[in-house]
């Protein structure tokens, strides 16, 4: 397939050894944006979604933590949801607490190693976004 002369076509880079400091700065971004669901319904989802949809295809980094904060939150919200349903057994009332920790702990220490160039991944999550 060739390429007319006046388009000019920029494949993505390549994924390096190490992401720059505006990709690691985005990929905190992605983790952090997570916390926007303790004030915002669904802003835990929309938030890294967000960020994953405009920065996925020119920052390898961002695109691997974005959705892999994406993951959790959408595998935290099902918890949360589950959680709601069991308030009837009352058991919910304590586990929604033990969500709400975790989920806040983890998204601090991904946005931790983010920030530090690692990529994290959370444990206990389940992988819908590919």
């Known amino acids: 397939m ?11 880079p390549a994924p390096s050894g190490t992401p ?7 990929a905190l971004f992605a983790h952090l944006s997570a916390l926007a669901g303790f004030i915002i319904p669904f802003g ?15 920052m390898p980094f961002v695109d691997d933590q974005g959705k892999e904060a994406l993951n959790f939150q959408i595998t935290a919200a099902i918890a949360f949801l589950v959680c709601f ?3 009837i057994v009352l058991i919910g009332f304590l586990l929604i607490w033990v969500v709400a920790i975790a989920d806040l702990v ?3 220490m991904a946005a931790i190693k983010a920030n530090e160039g690692v990529a994290y991944r959370y444990p206990f999550t389940l992988r819908l976004v590919k």
Do not use: F
Not at 2 to 12: A, E, G, Q, R
Not at 20 to 26: F, G, I, L, M, N
């Open 44 to 58: 835990s989802i929309i938030g890294p979604l967000i960020i994953w949809l405009i920065k996925k295809d020119t």
């Open 85 to 87: 349903a069991l308030i």
């Open 20 to 26: 720059s400091a505006e990709e690691k700065q985005w």
């Open 106 to 108: 983890l998204i601090i």
């Open 2 to 12: 060739s390429v007319p002369p006046n388009d000019v076509v920029t494949p993505p």
